[in-house]
């Protein structure tokens, strides 16, 4: 595979690896998608700048031959480009012999890179020559190896940026390795193709020879297009194993599905390791066979299967998966699957590819839990503080210290709060969140609860307006308190004051819609997909800024929502009204919580 050369690695950037994991996988399924199937050398030219420059995100990409040296001389010349300007065209056509990025790499057989400064514009040639008509802040040429022969080096400029990220690199290293593959899948094709114009022609000889009785010379012609056969099969088997090498030898584990003849499945070493045996799809040699699950441990059906789905043409990126093996232990996994068409895109079958996340997953557990520990010891000196501000209140007649005990009990309350909330969201995201189910009228409910909301806040007003044929839910009614607690909050931080709150109540068929709607400024429409989302808070408007919270509040309730298998989203009219809705399923017994 390419390596990076040692002097010019860059410092690493702090990112997440799981998601570079995914988004590694995401792009190899998306380039082999996309080079399957093309034989036509200038195809495959094209789709290799096209891929490069979308998936490595690069404002110009180049492809330049690099056949083996002749005379000393590496000829180096243009086959494909994107995004290159007319004025570029001459100045990067032709690089052979002449000091480049482009010719570095093919000479070090590294990944060479170099920022568009005084010292790279003096010394490449092709450097300077994309700086000249383009703002680039680096410019990276990496060179396509296949078994061990240099056929090409692909060059990408990039703007915007001071030096090329951790996650990268790793991705130009596997392209490289596809891209080098898919060119020497073309010359191979190319060189059969010039093969068997002269095969036709011995044939065609051999028939006349045999027509005006030379058959000694027939013979001899049919042995050398026997033998010429013989050698275009041997370099098919070749190509194949060496395609089989590819694949076995990959760092992410890949598996391909053939979709033709016997349905036949190729698996990766580091595959068969994370199912420490065959792949679920393989034909059963054995009893020890890993099963693909979702999370949570349900088996995967078999039209369910990522492979099985591709193959009928529903890919999928970065879904969370689990590899349970024979000893009942479970690895999970980001899986991206797609279909491998033809050029007719008749689908063939299709690959996968699976990236252990274990460790990333242990350690996200390890942060939640932390977080529930923090949230859980600060409720005991909190308790405190409440009882010594409740007595020094009680005790003293003087009306500061009687203020100055309350502001301590508004902070604690306050404090408390914000623990609660890193509470439960550390449990919902530990997946340790449980619900006390009991059979509950909602409509009640939902009269104390609005009840309380006009006490706690006289200049609030809030109605009630509720259908009458609600039946009894099953849920667990503190939980379902907080949610409505919670938006009913947000209703008077964010409402305009003088206009009451409205909180509706209806069935809707098997389940039942909780409507909470006040006027105000309203949400602004790019702020409403992220909502739910943890630590978002509204910050359209000058009156919500720096108002208290954690940003926990309507994650949680989300999180409380379908933990009861209901639903829960927003609307808003901006300077109109504003409304949160959250549905609660009905049913004759109440379901695991």
Not at 335 to 357: F, H, K, M, N, W
Request: hydrophobic content about 45%; glycine content about 8%.
């Amino acid at each position: 595979m390419t390596t990076i050369s040692a002097h010019d690695r860059p410092p690493g950037t702090h990112g997440e690896p799981a998601a570079a994991a995914a988004q590694l996988a995401e792009a190899i399924v998306e380039a082999s998608a996309a080079l399957s199937g093309k034989r036509d050398p200038q195809q495959i030219h094209d789709i290799i700048v096209e891929q490069a420059t979308r998936l490595l995100g690069a404002d110009l990409s180049l492809l330049h031959d690099a056949r083996a040296p002749a005379d000393g001389v590496r000829a180096l010349r243009l086959l494909a480009s994107s995004g290159l300007p007319g004025a570029l065209a001459g100045a990067l056509g032709d690089l052979t012999s002449t000091p480049s990025l482009a010719l570095r790499a093919a000479e070090s057989r590294r990944i060479e890179h170099a920022a568009a400064d005084d010292a790279a514009l003096e010394r490449f040639a092709d450097v300077r020559a994309i700086e000249a008509c383009t703002e680039v802040c680096w410019v990276l040429a990496a060179p396509l190896l296949a078994a061990e022969r240099l056929l090409g080096v692909l060059t990408c400029a990039f703007g915007g940026r001071s030096a090329p990220s951790a996650e990268l690199l790793p991705r130009v290293q596997a392209l490289g390795a596809l891209f080098a593959l898919a060119l020497a899948s073309a010359e191979r094709e190319g060189e059969q193709r010039d093969e068997r114009e002269p095969r036709r022609a011995l044939v065609a000889a051999a028939a006349s020879a045999e027509a005006a009785d030379a058959q000694p010379r027939a013979d001899a012609l049919l042995r050398d297009a026997q033998a010429a056969l013989h050698e275009a099969n041997a370099r098919l088997a070749a190509e194949q194993q060496w395609l089989r090498s590819i694949i076995e030898d990959f760092p992410v584990a890949i598996a391909v599905f053939d979709e033709r003849g016997g349905r036949s499945l190729l698996a990766s070493r580091r595959c068969e390791q994370l199912c420490d045996g065959p792949h679920p799809l393989a034909t059963p040699t054995s009893g020890r066979r890993a099963l693909l699950c979702a999370p949570g441990g349900r088996p995967l059906l078999h039209h369910e299967m990522p492979l099985v789905r591709a193959a009928r043409g529903q890919g999928m990126t970065c879904e969370e998966l689990w590899f349970r093996r024979s000893d009942g232990s479970h690895i999970p996994v980001v899986v991206s699957a797609g279909p491998v068409r033809d050029d007719q895109g008749t689908i063939l079958g299709a690959i996968a590819s699976y990236e252990d996340v274990t460790h990333f997953i242990e350690r996200e557990r390890l942060r939640e839990e932390w977080l529930s520990i923090v949230a859980h010891d600060l409720k005991q000196p909190l308790t405190a503080i409440t009882a010594c501000a409740g007595m020094l209140s009680r005790r003293s007649e003087a009306a500061d210290i009687r203020g100055w005990s309350r502001k301590i009990l508004a902070s604690v309350q306050r404090i408390e709060r914000m623990a609660e909330d890193l509470l439960d969201a550390s449990k919902l995201e530990a997946r340790r969140f449980s619900l006390d189910r009991q059979p509950t009228d909602l409509r009640a409910q939902l009269r104390a609860a609005v009840d309380l909301a006009n006490m706690e806040r006289p200049e609030r007003a809030v109605v009630l307006a509720a259908d009458e044929d609600v039946p009894l839910v099953h849920a667990d009614a503190a939980r379902v308190d907080q949610v409505v607690g919670n938006l009913l909050l947000n209703a008077a931080k964010y409402g305009d004051p003088s206009a009451p709150t409205r909180v509706t109540l209806s069935r809707r068929g098997a389940e039942v819609e909780v409507a909470i709607e006040n006027r105000g400024p309203g949400i602004h429409p790019d702020e409403l997909p992220k909502l739910f989302q943890r630590f978002q808070r509204l910050t359209s408007g000058p009156s919500r800024r720096n108002l208290p919270g954690t940003g926990l509040g309507l994650y949680i309730c989300k999180g409380i929502i379908e933990a009861h298998g209901g639903r829960i989203w927003a609307r808003s009219e901006p300077d109109e009204t504003t409304s949160f809705h959250f549905t609660l399923p009905l049913s004759e017994a109440p379901q695991g919580g």
